[in-house]
C-alpha cells in the first residue's frame, strides 16, 4: 500500500486542478482510504487493506491518503468523515465507503464497484 501526496493523486489517480470532469489516470481499480492517525475506526481497516493488497496484487492498486496531511486532497472530495474509502473503476464514476467496512464488504465492492474477481 502507497501513501499518496497531492502530486502523486495527480499522476495516479486524478488530476482535480486541470479537469473538472472525472478523468482517471490510473492503469487499474484503485482503492483510496482517506483516514488519519488518531481514528481508531481507520485502524481497524488498516490490517484488512493489508490483507487485500496482497490478495489484489497487480489487480487493484490500494492508496493511503492521510486527511491530516492532504488537506486539500480531503477537501477536493469533500471528507467529512473518516474512514472514508473510496473505490475507482476503470470505468465511470468512484464511489464512496464510509466508515470502518469488514473484509466481506470490500470484497464484494471489488466485485461490484471495480469489476475484479
Known sequence: MQHLTKEEFKKKVFNFEENSE???EGERPVIIDFYADWCAPCKMVSPVLEELSGEYAGKVDIYKINTEKEQELASAFGIRSIPSILFVPMEGQPQMAMGAQPK???V?????ILKVD
Open 22 to 24: 472525472w478523468k482517471f
Open 104 to 106: 466481506e464488504a470490500f
Open 108 to 112: 464484494s465492492y471489488i466485485k461490484d
